[in-house]
C-alpha cells in the first residue's frame, strides 16, 4: 500500500509543474501550521541498553531505570509552507511544507551508594512533506504524500554525584553526549477538510526503507577516544565485561531504531485563501 | 506581479533565511568566542562523600593563565596551554575543543600522552564571554569522588 502511494506521489510530482503552468485558474496561498505528531516507534534499541544497564546493576540498584514506550516520542510541530490549488468544484491540489518538533525524555537509575545515571534523550524532527492529490470545492482533499524526515537524537548519560553536582566527564566509560540521525524517506496519505481560511488535516506516514543506512550508524559521542566503546552499547553487560567481542552489528543501539509511523493532526491557516 | 508570485517569492525568502541560520555551527561559534587568554580566576577541589557531605580539599586564587590559539586557522580545535603563575606550564601546547552541543570541554592528552583515557572531560557549568566555570570529577575511593572546579575568567 505505501509502495503504491509513494509511486502515485512522485509521479504526481514530476508532472505537477507542468500542470501548474498550463492553468491559469490556480491559487497559491502561504500556510502557518501547528500539528500534533503521534509516532510510534519501529526499533527498541535504547530499551536493550536500559533493560541490560538494570540487569548488570541488579545488586547495586536502589531505583531501576524505566524503559522507553512506543510513543514517547510523539510530540507537537510547528510549521509553514505553501498550497497549490486548480479548478473550482474539482481539481488538483498540492502543498509543500516545512515542521519542526522535540520531545525530551529523561530517565533516572539510582546506586546505592547514592550516585545517579541519569539519562536525557532529546529529539528534534524536521520533516519536509509534499502533499499531492485532489479537492472538491476546495473544502475536502485527500492528498498522498512523501517526505523527507530528519530526526536527530542527542542522548545525554550523565551522573548526578550525592551532593546534587552533575557530571558529563570521562571519569566513567559510559558517561557521554552520543548523537545520531535518522534521516528516512516517509509515504503516507492524507485526508483534510476546510472552513473559511481554516484547513485541518489528518495524516499517517510510514518510514520507507529506501537507502536505508541498514543498520551501521549508532548513537555515538563526540568524544571518540575511550578505552570502550564510543556508542551506546545494547548490551551493557557485554559492553562492561568484554568489550572487545561486542558485535557492532548487533550489541550497539542504531539510529535507524528511531525510525517511527507517524500519525498526525493538525490545523493550517491559509493567508489570503477564500 | 500576481498575487501568488508575492507568495511564492515570500516562502523562498523565508527558507531562504531558515537554512542560512541552521548552517552556522554552534561549535564552531562557540570556539571562537574562547578563543584568547584566560586568568584561572580560581580553582576549588573538594571530596564528594556517598552521604553527600562534602570536604573542601584546597581553594586557590588567581592560579594563572589558560592560552587558547588557532595559530593554525583550525575549524574545530583550538590550542590549549595551561600555565601557572610561577611560570610553569602544567599541560600544552595541545588540541583543545569543546563537543558539538557544548556541554563539554575537552583538553586532549591533559594526563599523559597515549591515545586513550588520558584526556580531561570538563562539564560546562557556566558560559559567559567573560566568565568560564567548568568542572570536572575522577574517583576518589571508598565511593567518594574529587571535584575540581575551573573559573576562568577574562
Not at chain 2, 556541554?103 to 600522552?113: A, E, G, L, M
Request: hydrophobic share 40%.
Amino acid at each position: 500500500m505505501k509502495t503504491i502511494i509513494f509511486y502515485w506521489t512522485l509521479c504526481s510530482s514530476l508532472l505537477l509543474p507542468l500542470t501548474i503552468w498550463g492553468q491559469s485558474d490556480g491559487q497559491f496561498q502561504l500556510s502557518l501550521r501547528l500539528e500534533y505528531e503521534a509516532s510510534l516507534l519501529q526499533g527498541f534499541d535504547l530499551n536493550d541498553f536500559y533493560r541490560s544497564h538494570n540487569d548488570y546493576y541488579a545488586s547495586s540498584a536502589a531505583q531501576f531505570f524505566d524503559t522507553l514506550a512506543a510513543s514517547e516520542l510523539s510530540h507537537p510541530a510547528l510549521g509553514l509552507g505553501g498550497r497549490f490549488t486548480m479548478g473550482d468544484d474539482f481539481g488538483f491540489s498540492s502543498g509543500l511544507f516545512l515542521t519542526y518538533g522535540r520531545k525530551s525524555v529523561r530517565r533516572e537509575a539510582r546506586f546505592l551508594t547514592n550516585i545517579v545515571t541519569r539519562t536525557d534523550l532529546l529529539t528534534r524532527d524536521v520533516n519536509l512533506q509534499f502533499d499531492v492529490g485532489f479537492h472538491i470545492q476546495r473544502k475536502f482533499f485527500l492528498h498522498g504524500h512523501i517526505a523527507g524526515r530528519f530526526r536527530k537524537n542527542v542522548f545525554d548519560i550523565g551522573y548526578i554525584y550525592p551532593d546534587g553536582s552533575f557530571s558529563l566527564g570521562n571519569e566513567y566509560d559510559i558517561l557521554g553526549v552520543y548523537q545520531s540521525n535518522t534521516t528516512t524517506l516517509d509515504a503516507g496519505a492524507n485526508l483534510a477538510f476546510k472552513i473559511k481560511k481554516v484547513y485541518i488535516p489528518i495524516g499517517i506516514s510510514w518510514p520507507l526503507n529506501f537507502a536505508t543506512d541498514d543498520g551501521l550508524l549508532t548513537l555515538q559521542d563526540f568524544d571518540i577516544r575511550q578505552a570502550r566503546w564510543a556508542e551506546v552499547p545494547r548490551d551493557f553487560r557485554q559492553w562492561a565485561n568484554d568489550p572487545a567481542n561486542l558485535d557492532p552489528r548487533e550489541q550497539l543501539v542504531r539510529s535507524q531504531s528511531f525510525q517511527a509511523i507517524r500519525l498526525n493532526i493538525g490545523i493550517e491557516y491559509w493567508f489570503g485563501a477564500n | 506581479m500576481k498575487k501568488y508570485h508575492l507568495n511564492i517569492l515570500i516562502l523562498s525568502c523565508v527558507l531562504l533565511a531558515l537554512s542560512t541560520t541552521a548552517c552556522r555551527d554552534k561549535q564552531q561559534r562557540y570556539l571562537q568566542r574562547l578563543e584568547g587568554k584566560w586568568n584561572l580566576a580560581s580553582e576549588t577541589v573538594t571530596i564528594i562523600n556517598p552521604d553527600g557531605t562534602v570536604n573542601f580539599e584546597s581553594e586557590e586564587f588567581d592560579v594563572g593563565e589558560l592560552s587558547l590559539t588557532n595559530e593554525q586557522g583550525l575549524d574545530f580545535f583550538l590550542e590549549y596551554t595551561l600555565t601557572l603563575n610561577d611560570g610553569t606550564v602544567l599541560a600544552g601546547p595541545l588540541p583543545f575543543q569543546n563537543d558539538e552541543q557544548n556541554k563539554r570541554i575537552i583538553f586532549y592528552n591533559y594526563f599523559c600522552s597515549d591515545p586513550f583515557d588520558c584526556d580531561l572531560v570538563a562539564t560546562v557549568e557556566e558560559d559567559k564571554s567573560s566568565r568560564q566555570v567548568w568542572n570536572w570529577y575522577r574517583p576518589f575511593g571508598s565511593g567518594s569522588h574529587r571535584r575540581v572546579s575551573w573559573v576562568f575568567e577574562r
